[in-house]
């Protein structure tokens, strides 16, 4: 009879000790309220932001995806008279929920071939056969054109941002892509080739931050 009267003190300890974290869990949690106790009172509710992916339920912290795509070439083709036609349907879009611009452009000669000036293919006239010169320039967004200017193996074309640059989120179809106009000139060659790399332009681009 002791024993079921201690079994039954010991159940109902462990009940009141249940109730009485319970009834200060409800307690903890509502110290994270706000509370207004008179008419007209108020309270500030601040509004927390967090970048991530995994939703309210936590999940890494990440800043917003940039997703740019740029040419995987410009294509050169160069005629018998010296002519050279580019690609006409080259772009930079910008499939990021945010706004971007090209930061800097650069170019570098391939392997055996040299950067040259850009001008009239005429320029090229006194140069020797199978000189592997290139002279190139370049318009992104229908803005000015930046060109070589001599015969340095690597060259940057575009230091800063300038008009034409600059590309708004994807969710605006109409500004979040930039036409890349392009032209060279090449010296002559004496044996066909096809599909020679000959330069490499690096785009660097970046968001378009309020600073």
């Not at 207004?36 to 500030?44: F, K, L």
């Not at 800043?63 to 050169?76: E, F, Y």
């Not at 060279?184 to 681009?205: C, E, F, H, Q, Y």
Request: proline content about 4%; hydrophobic content about 40%.
């Amino acid at each position: 009879m002791k024993r079921a009267r201690i079994t039954a003190k010991r159940g109902l300890a462990l009940i009141l000790t249940c109730l009485a974290l319970m009834v200060s869990s409800v307690f903890v949690c509502a110290a994270d309220l706000n509370e207004i106790g008179y008419s007209g009172g108020s309270a500030v509710t601040p509004v927390n932001l967090t970048t991530t992916n995994g939703g309210l339920n936590g999940g890494d912290i990440t800043p917003t995806k940039l997703d740019v795509t740029v040419p995987t070439s410009l294509p050169l083709a160069m005629a018998d008279d010296g002519a050279v036609i580019t690609a006409t349907d080259a772009k930079i879009i910008n499939r990021s929920y945010g706004a971007v611009r090209v930061k800097s452009v650069s170019i570098t000669a391939a392997c055996n071939w040299h950067l040259y000036p850009f001008g009239d293919k005429s320029t090229l006239a006194n140069e020797k056969v199978d000189s592997n010169k290139l002279g190139f320039a370049i318009r992104i967004g229908g803005g000015a054109q930046f060109r070589t200017v001599n015969e340095n193996d690597t060259q940057v074309l575009i230091s800063a941002p300038s008009a034409g640059c600059y590309m708004t989120g994807s969710g605006d179809p109409n500004g979040n892509t930039a036409l890349i106009d392009y032209a060279a000139i090449v010296t002559p060659l004496s044996d066909g080739v096809s599909d020679v790399t000959v330069a490499n332009v690096v785009i660097v681009v970046e968001w378009d931050t309020v600073n």
